[in-house]
Nanobody, 122 residues
Framework: VQLQASGGGLVQAGGSLRLSCAASGRTFSVMAWFRQAPGRERDFVAAFTWSGGSTYYAGSVKGRFTISRDNAKNTVHLQMNSLEPEDTAVYYC??????????????????WGQGTLVTVSS
């Protein structure tokens, strides 16, 4: 089982980036994105439930970020618009089999991808 994250980079404030997370080896019930800024804990960003297509967002990104899926490629995307310097962090994709555990609790996730760095300059 592998989660391969891609799409990070450097962007100016107000700009956009799209992150992708490709899952291989199995399918999952929930795929999500978390982020970790220097000196901070890993925070929930967004989650997508595969069966029902429900989406969940942290309050700080709601209205600016959109999580979506590509069924054929078993991939989840995170479209990030109106980026702010406060969005600067290493972004991690995560996946879990259970739909019943909390989607925003990092400890509930079974698999993690490598991080991808997003830097937003002011």
């Amino acid at each position: 089982v592998q989660l391969q994250a891609s799409g990070g980079g450097l962007v100016q404030a107000g700009g956009s980036l799209r992150l992708s997370c490709a899952a291989s080896g199995r399918t999952f019930s929930v795929m999500a994105w978390f982020r970790q800024a220097p000196g901070r804990e890993r925070d929930f960003v967004a989650a997508f439930t595969w069966s029902g297509g429900s989406t969940y967002y942290a309050g700080s990104v709601k209205g600016r970020f959109t999580i979506s899926r590509d069924n054929a490629k078993n991939t989840v995307h995170l479209q990030m618009n109106s980026l702010e310097p406060e969005d600067t962090a290493v972004y991690y994709c995560a996946a879990k089999m259970s739909t019943y555990s909390s989607n925003s609790d990092a400890s509930r996730y079974d698999y993690w991808g490598q991080g991808t760095l997003v830097t937003v300059s002011s």
